[in-house]
C-alpha cells in the first residue's frame, strides 16, 4: 500500500509498504479520512514532544472496517480512540486511560493512518452511527475539546477564556458553549479570531496582542474575570500569560502542551486559591458525547474544514498549512 513517512523535520516521503494484517484483538481499517492536527504539524515542525523519527503521522481518522470485529458490521463506517493504553496500570485501573503510564498514541509513539489501511485494537473502535466520513474523522479533535471542558466543569452561566483559535481551541469553545458557559475566545490571528465571530457565533473575541486584554475581560466579566481559562495554544508566552486572566477561585486547564517550563507569580496564584491542571486526550465519554452532539445539530463540524487534498498531493501542500496566511483551520485529506 502507499504510505506517506516524515522521514525527519520538514521531509516527506512516499514509501510502498505491507498492507497491515489484522491479527487477533485488531481490526483493520480503510482509511477514508485523514484530518492534520497541531500534533501533525509540529511533529513536521521538530517541534512536538515525545517524538521520534521516521514516523507515519495521522490519528484524526476515519475508514471502512475491513475485518470481522465482533459487534460490528464489515465495511461500517468507523473511527477509533488513538490513545492505545496498558488497561493495567494505576491510571487504567482509575478509568483514566487517557493518560495511562505506558501511553502509544498513534501517529506520535507508533506509525498512524497516513496510508491506506491500517491496524488498531479491536477495543478502540467507535461506531460511525451514520455520521459521514468527514464529520467521523473530527471526533477525535472536538473529543479533546469536550475532555478539556469536562476536567474544567464548566457550569451554566461562567465566564470561560479560551487561549488559541485553532481546531482544538474551537472544540473547546463550541462544548463550553453547550456547557452553557459565556465563551471568550484571545487569539493573535484576527483571521481565526472572525472565524469565531462569524462562524461559531462567540460573542467576545480578544486579539492577545491588543495592550488593554485585561482591560477588556475585565468589561466583558464585569469585573470578575474569568472563572475558567483553558490554553489550546501550545505556547509557552500564551501558557504563561493565561495565569494573569484568571479570576479569584479560577481553574486554569492546559490542554496545549509545548516543551518548556511553567513559569508564573506563586503570591498571585496563591490570593486566588486558583486550580492548575492538565487536560489529556480523551475518553469514550468525551467520543460518545461528541458524537451525540453532532447528531442533536449542537455542534457542526465540518464547517471547521478549510483545505482538502487528495493523499497523492499532501506531501507537496503540507508545508503551507503551517503558514497562518493560507487561511487553514482544518485541511482534510481525502482517499477513495
Not at 74 to 98: D, K, M, Q, W
Request: proline residues 5%; hydrophobic residues 40%.
Amino acid at each position: 500500500m502507499n504510505t506517506l513517512v516524515c522521514i525527519e523535520p520538514g521531509q516527506f516521503a512516499y514509501e510502498t509498504r505491507p498492507m497491515p494484517v489484522a491479527e487477533e484483538g485488531q481490526a483493520l481499517l480503510r482509511i477514508r479520512r485523514i484530518g492534520i492536527c497541531g500534533t501533525d504539524l509540529h511533529a513536521y515542525e521538530g517541534t512536538q514532544p515525545f517524538f521520534a523519527y521516521p514516523r507515519v503521522l495521522g490519528h484524526e481518522l476515519a475508514g471502512e472496517l475491513a475485518s470481522d470485529v465482533p459487534g460490528f458490521e464489515l465495511g461500517e463506517a468507523v473511527t477509533f480512540i488513538p490513545y492505545f493504553n496498558c488497561g493495567v496500570c494505576i491510571a487504567c485501573r482509575s478509568g483514566l486511560p487517557n493518560c495511562c503510564t505506558q501511553m502509544n498514541v498513534c501517529g506520535v509513539h507508533s506509525d498512524g493512518g497516513m496510508g491506506e489501511y491500517l491496524s488498531v485494537p479491536a477495543y478502540s473502535l467507535v461506531h460511525g452511527q451514520g455520521l459521514s466520513f468527514d464529520e467521523l474523522a473530527l471526533v477525535e479533535p472536538l473529543a479533546i475539546g469536550a475532555h478539556g471542558v469536562r476536567r474544567a466543569g464548566v457550569k451554566p452561566g461562567e465566564y470561560v477564556l479560551v487561549v488559541g483559535a485553532g481546531p482544538i481551541g474551537l472544540g473547546i469553545m463550541e462544548f463550553a458553549r453547550i456547557a452553557g458557559a459565556h465563551v471568550i475566545a484571545l487569539d493573535i490571528n484576527e483571521q481565526r479570531l472572525a472565524f469565531c465571530k462569524n462562524r461559531l457565533q462567540v460573542a467576545h473575541t480578544i486579539n492577545a496582542q491588543a495592550p488593554d486584554v485585561l482591560d477588556q475581560l475585565r468589561r466583558i466579566t464585569n469585573g470578575d474575570m474569568p472563572t475558567v481559562v483553558i490554553d489550546a495554544t501550545g505556547s509557552l508566552k500564551a501558557i504563561n500569560n493565561g495565569f494573569n486572566y484568571l479570576a479569584h477561585g479560577g481553574r486554569y486547564v492546559l490542554v496545549g502542551l509545548q516543551k518548556g517550563e511553567l513559569s508564573f507569580s506563586h503570591p498571585e496564584f496563591h490570593k486566588r486559591e486558583a486550580t492548575l491542571m492538565s487536560s489529556r486526550n480523551a475518553t469514550r465519554e468525551d467520543f460518545e458525547h461528541v458524537i451525540a452532539s453532532m447528531k442533536a445539530g449542537l455542534v457542526q463540524p465540518t464547517t471547521y474544514i478549510t483545505h482538502r487534498v487528495p493523499f497523492g498531493e499532501v506531501q507537496q501542500e503540507f508545508a503551507s498549512w503551517l503558514n497562518p496566511a493560507t487561511g487553514v483551520i482544518k485541511a482534510m485529506v481525502e482517499l477513495t
